[in-house]
């Protein structure tokens, strides 16, 4: 089955939130004194197991999903997780799955998670400076713990891994060509992203985004780069590459130049509720149709209802002024 939404778009990507923990407090995601010792998170129970997940992720797959992604959250945090893959890549169709993390877990994971099935690895890195790290992780785990996450991971077999880096102004702008070296020389392709509004407790202003032009502009100046056309049309990143050879360039302009019109994305919480856009302010829950005993015929004739009728292009308001809305904490689905 294909299914399109009121504006035309397929259903292609699901991202899945394994876990709303972490063990980072990422100022642009979970800053600790919005989600510190005292934050009730959700209990075991509330939480999807992997049986539903890989359900569900069946009956998305039904419905046109070819990609999957896992994220949290960390989702290295949830006990199992090779299992969760090993299962997910069982389901016929499905075509490929990856992982977002923040790397402080790969040294003793990457390895189980690539034979397992898992295709590829992107890891989140926004800082090579040790102590500006540490200032933006806001966790204790060092900067060297998940560099060394990266040589494993390349060891136990992953290539093309993707860093991705979330540009602040007035914070990490020093980073940008450190971060474009350390990638070019490790072979791994490299995204800057730009700041964004998501959740209620990171403080965006327009004033803290560094424009996708302004870093494509001094990148460029120091390794000439030359565009890349997208592969598919409803990808997400502007992609380069240096005119030396020596690698790939994403970056992903959701502020400046937004991409709504090819959004095929939607997200499953791990409280089992589906949104259907990272700008949500509520899902449409799946978790109590699953355990009352839905058949997956039933849970696709939801999925799909609620697609057709979608119409979210929250960063094309914002840039036309009209967005205001409540939205979701990023963690609660991923990113």
């Known amino acids: 089955m294909k299914v399109v939404d009121s504006l035309d778009r397929p259903m292609k990507?699901?991202?899945?939130s394994v876990t709303d923990r972490c063990n980072f407090r990422c100022p642009y995601c979970?800053?600790?004194?919005?989600?510190?010792?005292?934050?009730?998170f959700l209990e075991r129970k509330e939480i999807l197991t992997f049986e539903e997940i890989i359900r569900l992720a069946g009956v998305f797959v039904s419905?046109?999903?070819?990609k999957i992604r896992l994220?949290?959250?960390?989702?290295?945090?949830?006990?199992?997780?090779?299992?969760?893959?090993?299962?997910l890549a069982r389901i016929p169709g499905l075509q490929e799955i990856t992982l977002t993390t923040n790397g402080s877990l790969l040294v003793d994971q990457a390895e189980a998670l690539f034979k397992a099935g898992l295709h590829r690895l992107t890891v989140s890195l926004d800082s090579l400076d040790p102590q500006r790290f540490r200032d933006l992780s806001d966790a204790t785990t060092p900067l060297e713990r998940v560099l060394e996450g990266l040589e494993a991971a390349g060891a136990a077999g992953f290539r093309n891994i993707k860093l991705n880096c979330v540009l602040k102004r007035g914070v990490n702008e020093a980073?940008?060509?450190?971060?474009?070296?350390?990638?070019?020389d490790k072979g791994h392709s490299l995204r800057f992203i730009e700041f964004m509004d998501v959740g209620t407790g990171n403080g965006w202003r327009m004033d803290t985004v560094v424009p996708a032009r302004e870093v494509r502009a001094l990148i460029s100046a120091q390794w000439p780069l030359e565009e890349l056309h997208a592969a598919e049309p409803n990808c997400v990143a502007q992609h380069y590459r240096y005119l030396d050879g020596q690698g790939v360039l994403g970056l992903i302009a959701s502020v400046t130049e937004p991409f709504c019109k090819g959004c095929d994305r939607a997200r499953l919480s791990a409280a089992g509720a589906l949104y259907t856009c990272l700008f949500a302010s509520e899902g449409m829950d799946l978790k109590g149709p699953l355990r009352s005993g839905l058949t997956d015929e039933g849970l696709l004739a939801l999925i799909a209802e609620r697609w057709r009728i979608r119409n979210d292009r929250y960063s094309e308001l914002r840039t036309e002024g009209t967005a205001v809305r409540p939205r979701v904490e990023m963690f609660h689905i991923g990113g």
């Open 13 to 16: 990507a699901l991202r899945i």
């Open 30 to 40: 979970m800053p600790r004194d919005k989600f510190g010792a005292d934050f009730q």
């Open 63 to 66: 419905a046109g999903v070819v």
């Open 71 to 87: 994220t949290g959250g960390e989702p290295l945090l949830r006990h199992g997780l090779p299992s969760l893959v090993q299962g």
């Open 175 to 184: 980073d940008i060509l450190p971060l474009a070296a350390f990638a070019r």
